[in-house]
């Protein structure tokens, strides 16, 4: 049986941090992130700085991958050699990717695609994508790793806690979460995207601090019975109360077998604004 070439196709609002983009040979279909004057591709063009930075003049609007971009990294692939992708994208729920990818970049002849719809966001959607990686590095067959990254999408929880609403709901990604959360109570909404892949309140908490305790209560929950499990804590701007979640999710869940942290993508930045975390758990057993 001749040997398996396949490739990984991951779209930039998963998150993945591009040393697994490397280590992978990942290729990237860019969101595209729109100013009045300007578009620039998400991760490539602009870093998140830029985007915190024109907020008080502009909040940015995003778009999915264009057709021309997703057509031309599909012919990349194949003239790279590949015969086979793993496509693994963000939530169908909360964008169009998942479907700009599958429909307006149909694979070249000769060239199967297995596509995966996280129902995730972020690097709660990338954590696929890199296991994707490590299983082909280990030289599973193609159907055996789609059906894997296919099944560990449903064992991947990402918790998150904004600032404020306000950029989720400009953004028309604001989901089954309601806008006006206990305002004058200052009760800060935990939220995750439930099976369908749609932003939801998990739980509410008074203040900023009792409310990112909460969001790690929820993903060292969610490890409970797992053997092996990756974690992680991203941010928007919010660099030392992630730091102190991460220190507090480590002592927490010590076994894990990868952890991810850093700073969240531009595109993401656009729809939560400073001062988003993130903190996640991946049940891999």
Known sequence: MPEEKIAIL???????????R????????????????????????????????????????????????????????????????????????LSGTYESIRTFGPAPEG????????????????FSAIRAGELIER????????????????????????????????GGRIGLVAATVGTLLDLKPVISCNEAGVYYTVARARGRRKSLDLALEKAVEFATGATEYNITVMHGAAKDEADALLTALKEALPDYHTCIEGQITPALVVHTGPGLIGVGVQRLS
């Open 22 to 93: 490397d280590r992978y040979r990942m290729y990237l279909a860019p969101l595209t992130i729109i100013y009045d004057d300007v578009e620039y591709r998400d991760g490539i063009d602009i870093r998140p700085e830029d985007v915190y930075a024109r907020f008080p003049e502009e909040i940015p609007t995003t778009s999915l991958p264009s057709q021309s971009a997703v057509a031309d990294v599909f012919r990349q692939i194949r003239d790279d050699g590949y015969d086979k992708v793993i496509a693994v994208t963000i939530s169908s729920g």
């Open 10 to 20: 991951v779209d930039s609002g998963s998150d993945v941090p591009k040393e697994y």
């Open 139 to 170: 030289g599973l067959p193609f159907a055996d790793v789609c059906r894997e990254v296919d099944d560990l999408a449903r064992r991947t929880r990402l918790f998150f806690c904004v600032s404020t609403l306000e950029y989720l709901a400009k």
């Open 111 to 126: 060239l199967e695609t297995c596509y995966i719809d996280t129902k995730n966001i972020g690097i709660g959607s990338g």
